[in-house]
């Protein structure tokens, strides 16, 4: 043990003891050089034969331990610090193989130094039985020899290296990480994204780099809102047309496109590879005119008034045919292929502003989803709007903007998952000068985004009725997705830190903790926004859309 690990624990009658691991109730000092503590502690130490003077963390290595994004549970630095060399060699057991190969590729990635694996090394992976730590905790120590994560699983393992990236920080030609313990485990179980891939296609690069993106931040849904008036954007092998000419457009004319389904099979692998399950949407039964324009038969007032491709913005205007036993054929193939194509358990039914659907029908819909659905042995998800119908335990009701629906939702057994309009949809504007987005539920700044709790925003919805949060961005004016990056960053990160950390969070604390985040999504070549309310750390400018 070296000195820089040493900690004291205050005990009810005013001694100190010395301790070599960390229990409840104490507390970690950090001697200054010379101090009369550090003098103490090194006479302590030396009589015990421990000593050995470390060099002390830099400055901005204390940030970095102490400015993780999303925060963790506990987190509680020490005095020294661990350097990466050429000699660093990482240890794991067989079974996290993969994740091993995944931290080397992040250390050289980010340092250049390229550490070797095998036994007794430095850096150690390693799974546990402490359940204390849930499916997803997990704990980071670090003290001037040895780094070690620990968790139950890979998704810990995983999140436990995302924040090792957060600490290793470039110190004179070296790389450092503060001494420190970290334990962490995230608050809810559903932390998502979503993107829109309707009203402007994004490609398969597009969304494995914003699959890149959001696990960083220890999101792990990605709901891609698959279908809508302006696209079909995936292949569907028994009605071939939905995709081949309900892809054919988007937004604004041109492009357009569909993934084919091997495509969107190695969009769903690579975002389980980083613990990111895939949530597809097919929007029912409004928000249809692309597939009414593939199938005309579909539609109501019958083929020969068929649509046509449809460039516009406007919402709510289409509706599937309930007198047509066609519609739940097409339903039910499209649920069918699209349950085959995802391991998740869940199926997105769309469900929101059905404008022109009559109630009645709506309700009945909605009900026949369910069912077909949950044939598929899947958990049904819906816009708020399905609280209408008969939901039941097997379904989630996706919240934007109605209490009531929440509460109705609830009171029939369903969960609620929390994307409040006002907070969270990030195709909001910052303020009324942001470029890209819209300004129809509000403008969102990026403390409006950070600075709300789950559990007192509906009255009468408490933690035991939300199943996470999640953070849409819908897709009308975003060109390309260097727009997008504008519109999440910096309010995805904040929303991720809402989702995940337990525990107490303040504006206050975290605009300091995301002012010196600026660097970081600037080397990771993210167009964000510099919101005025935050100081940042660096000056870098952001890259031109
Ligand atoms: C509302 S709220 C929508 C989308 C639009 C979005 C634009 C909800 C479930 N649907 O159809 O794209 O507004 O901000």
Same mark, same amino acid.
Request: some cysteine; charged content about 25%; overall charge negative.
């Given at each position: ?132 730590? #849930?499916?997803? *905790? ?10 070690? %994560?620990? @968790?139950?699983? $890979? &998704? ?95 937004? #604004?004319?041109? *492009? ?10 190695? %969009?769903? @692998?690579?975002? $389980? &590879? ?57 339903v039910t193939d499209v649920m069918h292929e699209l349950a085959m194509l995802t391991p998740g358990p869940y199926l997105h039914i769309g469900g929101d502003e059905a404008h022109v659907t009559p109630k009645p029908d709506y309700i009945e819909f909605i009900n026949r989803f369910r069912k077909i659905v949950q044939a598929e042995g899947k958990v049904m998800v819906g816009w708020e709007e399905i609280a209408q119908a008969d939901v039941d335990a097997g379904v989630i009701a996706q919240h934007w903007h109605s209490a009531e629906y929440a509460t109705a939702a609830v009171a029939k057994g369903a969960k609620v998952l929390l994307s409040p309009s006002t907070k ?122």
């Amino acid at each position: 043990m070296e000195l820089t690990e040493l900690l004291i624990e205050r005990t009810k009658s005013g001694k100190n003891i010395l301790l070599n691991s960390r229990p409840k109730n104490s507390v970690m000092l950090n001697p200054q050089p010379n101090s009369k503590l550090y003098c103490y502690l090194l006479a302590m130490a030396v009589t015990a034969g421990l000593a050995s003077c470390m060099p002390k963390p830099s400055v901005d290595a204390i940030n970095s331990f102490d400015g993780v994004i999303p925060k963790p549970a506990s987190s509680v630095r020490g005095d020294g610090v661990f350097t990466f060399t050429g000699s660093t060699v990482i240890s794991a057991p067989p079974e996290l193989d993969r994740l091993s190969t995944e931290l080397s590729r992040v250390i050289a990635g980010k340092t250049g130094i390229i550490p070797g694996k095998g036994d007794a090394g430095q850096v150690s992976l390693s799974l546990t039985d402490d359940s204390s730590l #849930g499916a997803e *905790g997990y704990k980071l120590s670090v003290t001037p020899k040895n780094i070690a %994560i620990e @968790a139950t699983g $890979e &998704a810990g393992i995983f999140y436990g290296i995302q924040t090792l990236r957060q600490l290793l920080t470039p110190n004179r030609g070296e790389w450092e990480v503060a001494v420190g313990r970290i334990e962490d485990m995230p608050n809810y179980e559903w932390r998502g994204a979503m993107i829109d891939v309707a009203r402007h296609f994004f490609s398969v690069e597009d969304l494995k780099r914003y699959i890149d993106l959001i696990s960083f931040y220890k999101l792990n849904r990605l709901h891609l809102h698959l279908s809508d008036d302006q696209g079909w954007r995936i292949e569907i092998k028994s009605w071939p047309k939905l995709a081949e000419i309900g892809g054919k457009t988007q937004v #604004g004319g041109g *492009g357009g496109g569909f993934y084919t389904q091997e495509q969107y099979k190695d %969009i769903v @692998a690579y975002a $389980e &590879a980083r613990y990111v399950m895939v949530v597809p949407e097919i929007d029912l039964p409004g928000h249809i005119n692309a597939a009414l324009t593939a199938y005309p038969e579909l539609y109501c007032k019958g083929v020969g008034n068929a649509p046509a491709l449809y460039e516009g913005t406007e919402v709510g205007f289409s509706t599937l045919c309930l007198k047509k036993e066609l519609t739940f054929k097409f339903v039910t193939d499209v649920m069918h292929e699209l349950a085959m194509l995802t391991p998740g358990p869940y199926l997105h039914i769309g469900g929101d502003e059905a404008h022109v659907t009559p109630k009645p029908d709506y309700i009945e819909f909605i009900n026949r989803f369910r069912k077909i659905v949950q044939a598929e042995g899947k958990v049904m998800v819906g816009w708020e709007e399905i609280a209408q119908a008969d939901v039941d335990a097997g379904v989630i009701a996706q919240h934007w903007h109605s209490a009531e629906y929440a509460t109705a939702a609830v009171a029939k057994g369903a969960k609620v998952l929390l994307s409040p309009s006002t907070k969270v949809y990030l195709d909001m504007k910052y303020d009324s000068t942001t470029e890209r987005g819209y300004d129809w539920a509000a403008l969102i700044e990026v403390d409006d985004a950070y600075d709300w709790n789950p559990e007192s925003l509906v009255p009468g919805l408490s933690k035991d009725g939300i199943v996470g949060v999640e953070a849409p961005i819908w897709g009308e004016t975003l060109r390309h997705f260097k727009d997008a990056e504008y519109l999440l960053f910096p309010r995805l990160p904040g929303i991720a830190e809402v989702a995940w950390t337990t525990g107490d969070r303040s504006w206050d604390e975290y605009r300091v903790r995301l002012g010196r985040h600026g660097k970081t999504m600037t080397e990771m070549g993210i167009n964000w926004y510099r919101s005025p309310l935050v100081e940042w750390a660096a000056d870098e400018e952001t890259v031109a859309p």
